[in-house]
């Protein structure tokens, strides 16, 4: 598993559930929109502050970034 392309999924997919551009979150984060698209695309590696920050600004726990999305859906 690679951990940071499920924040990268996560991220992309919490984002985008609560109507916020990569520039609003990044704003409301306190971050450089490109600093957000890079976690987005998995090529940067956010800190657990980072994680902090977005999760807050999204009401998740930063857990919620770090969960495999795939490991918890059951087998079809």
Do not use: C, F, I
Not at 13 to 31: N, T, V
Not at 34 to 55: F, H, K, W
């Amino acid at each position: 598993m690679d951990v940071r392309r499920v924040v990268a999924h996560n991220l992309r997919r919490l984002r985008k559930a609560a109507g916020l551009s990569q520039e609003e979150l990044a704003h409301r984060a306190g971050l450089d929109r490109t600093y957000v698209s890079g976690v987005e695309r998995g090529v940067r590696n956010p800190t657990v502050l980072v994680l902090q920050d977005l999760a807050g600004v999204l009401a998740v726990r930063p857990a919620d970034l770090l969960a495999d999305v795939e490991e918890q859906q059951p087998d079809a």
